[in-house]
């Protein structure tokens, strides 16, 4: 059931033979189909459009709302002065004594 075989489509292609497994195409020609006929539909009537109903005028509010002042925003005030450092003496600063190591 591989190349050799007669039956199969394998076989055919190898052997280069067509049969019932594998069609032959054709040549090429084209076929003339023909033109489909588009039957008329009968225009069906249309129902007249119904009127929209009108709009409901809208009632505007008698009273206006007073509108809310808000307060101007002060100035940025100054930036705060940066405070001095004070100076270390060599005195103050004591080293760490260091770590012995065990044996």
Known sequence: ???????????????????????????????????????????????????????????IAAEVMEVKTTKEKAAPKAPKAAKEKKEVSDTAVVPKPKKEKKS
């Not at 033109?35 to 009968?42: C, F, L, R, V, Y």
């Open 1 to 59: 059931m591989g190349k050799g075989d007669k039956k199969t489509r394998r076989g055919k292609i190898i052997i280069g033979t067509f049969g019932a497994r594998r069609r032959r195409k054709k040549d090429g020609k084209l076929d003339i189909k023909p033109a489909i006929t588009t039957s008329t539909k009968e225009v069906k009537e249309k129902k007249p459009v119904k009127e929209k109903a009108e709009v409901k005028e809208v009632k």
